[in-house]
């Protein structure tokens, strides 16, 4: 990514008489690493209006590869993704406010999304630094984050299938199935080799179905690293272009896999906490509180299983478009490596149900 991708002053134009009936200034542009599925910057934009300037702080997300063949990524396209996140702002789940959404490739190179830019970072748990940090937050029982990320999540699950119209609506009974078809289509049509370890996890989750007694809103990518944080705060949720409608427990086996703990390290160095900031059965137990939604632990270990299974499979397919020359990016060509992990972590999660 360099400076010349993006042109403030085209930027500047399109806005002027979009954001503000005058001319709108646009300063201080920065590319954002996090988020990097989509091309993702941050400016100031400035205008006057009735006299009196006004400068917001705002972050634009790019999809610059509209024509990439989608038939293996499960990501939303961007406008859905930017409906997503207007529905769950307005319902009061921790999503940043939307500003506005243009189809228009001329602008930026791609259709895009303007959002209100929020303080904070968000953590890494492969990076020292940051684990840290949250593991103090979760010794510290005078720091809230901890509480905050189960207020985030339970927020989010608080939005009903029906406030979200841009996601496919889908009976709690087939939600189970469509995550299996979808997943395993994938990975069977790119997988580089045969993997018995994995035959033998899709015949588990084929055999150990859980129910799913309702649906509402689901992050789909719920951890600590989409997550923006200060010292002792927690700011909003990023990055929805993985949300559906699905079982509100997917987030939470989804968050509590060993790999988002920063299992890239070995040994885990707090293997109990999950996104390495809350720890497991005080988060489902918490959880359960604040929603009044029974946590079946079978299920949340359920989808902990199946999410190291899409995660891997994300792996294996971005590694696949990589050697049928679809893309030249080295992080397509990383991703195979991250895919022996997410196996063993899927074949840990059934461990006692293994023959």
Known sequence: MTDD??????????????????????????????????QTVSFTATWTEGGDETARRLVARVDTDEDVDRSHDTRNDIETEYRT????????????????????????????????????????????????????A??????????????????????????VPSLEQTDP???VDRELDTYERIYEETKLKQEPAVQEALRWFRANKPEVPETTLVHGDYRIGN??????ELTGVLDWEFARVGDPLYDLGYASTRYFSGKLIEPTERPELASALVEREWFYDEYEKRT????????????????AFTMMTRGVAGAHRYQEGETDGVRSAWFQYIVPGHIEDLLAAVEDDRT
Not at 107 to 128: M, N, R, S
Not at 138 to 163: G, I, M, R, Y
Not at 227 to 232: A, G, K, P
């Open 138 to 163: 979760w010794d510290d029982p005078e720091n809230t984050l901890p509480s905050q990320f189960v207020d985030a999540t339970a927020a989010v699950h608080s939005v009903p299938p029906e406030a």
């Open 292 to 307: 009044g939604r029974t946590v079946d632990r079978d299920r949340v270990r359920y989808w902990q299983a199946f999410s």
């Open 173 to 175: 009974a087939e939600v």
């Open 227 to 232: 997550v923006l944080v200060t010292e002792d």
């Open 5 to 38: 991708d993006i042109s403030t002053d085209a930027l500047a134009a399109y806005l002027s008489g979009e954001l503000a009936e005058g001319t709108v200034e646009v300063s201080d542009l920065q590319y954002h690493t996090e988020g990097w599925s989509r």
């Open 85 to 136: 996140m207007e529905a769950a702002h307005e319902a009061g789940a921790p999503a940043p406010e939307p500003v506005l959404y243009a189809d228009d490739e001329s602008v930026l190179g791609g259709a895009f999304f303007l959002v209100e830019h929020l303080e904070g970072e968000a953590p890494i748990t492969w990076d020292p630094r940051d684990r840290q940090q949250l593991y103090e």
